[in-house]
């Protein structure tokens, strides 16, 4: 299933807060200097952390159908040093490629429409220095069937509905990114696609880790199971 739209508070340049990729003020082109040097502790996150929303896309891919969604990132409550917010995705899914198929041997047929939410919270630290967070929600995912790509015909297609609850845990500074997550599928997760055919969700656990070599330039690592 498809995971959430990040919206991020994230630290971005020379400690300063930022919203997905609209920085509150461009204190990443100064160089030296300490986060006080550079203004950040003045920053007030009652006007940096506001509402903001984006459309997304994508083609088929290995797990994921044709899609095009909407995310919208919500702060719920801003204080001094932290917001509590709610992170919302709404995507339509399209079928399949005719002759090819992205969950392997049955097409996806026809639209549905998916959903991911996150509540979570982010505060910073003393010094501002590291922003840190944890955030969990639920993700939904219908989805019908076609025919199998494997030149089989197939009988009684199916509607299927699958589900998950997802956590994760964040860390950023200035330089590292670590970002590590839980995908914990429930109900019925395994399920008949048609007559030959059965389709499941799978348990995801997965940690990442970034390093800004440069202010332009950022190196990641990630691992999943």
Do not use: C
């Not at 971005?12 to 609209?22: D, K, P, V």
């Not at 998916?114 to 639920?138: E, P, Q």
């Not at 499941?200 to 202010?215: H, K, M």
């Amino acid at each position: 299933m498809h995971r959430s739209l990040r919206l991020s508070l994230s630290l971005t340049g020379a400690a300063a807060l930022a919203l997905a990729s609209s920085p509150i003020q461009q204190v990443a082109a100064q160089d030296g200097g300490s986060a006080a040097d550079l203004g950040v502790m003045e920053i007030n996150l009652k006007d940096a952390v506001r509402f903001n929303w984006g459309f997304q896309g994508a083609l088929q891919g290995a797990g994921t159908p044709n899609q095009a969604g909407i995310g919208a990132f919500l702060p719920i409550a801003v204080g001094e040093n932290s917001v509590f917010f709610a992170d919302v995705l709404l995507n339509a899914n399209f079928s399949d490629y005719d002759g090819t198929s992205s969950i392997i041997n049955t097409e996806v047929a026809g639209t549905t429409i998916s959903t991911s939410t996150r509540i979570g919270y982010r505060w910073l630290n003393g010094d501002r220095s590291w922003m840190v967070g944890v955030n969990a929600g639920y993700d939904s995912r219908p989805m019908n069937t076609g025919d199998a790509d494997t030149g089989v015909n197939v009988s009684n297609k199916r509607s299927v509905f699958f589900q998950q609850v997802a956590f994760n845990a964040e860390a950023v500074s200035n330089s590292w990114n670590f970002n590590a997550y839980a995908l914990v599928p429930f109900g019925d997760t395994e399920q008949r696609l048609n007559v030959r055919y059965l389709g499941g969700a799978l348990d995801t656990y997965g940690l990442d880790v970034g390093y800004s070599i440069t202010p332009d330039l950022n190196a990641s690592v990630g691992y999943y199971y």
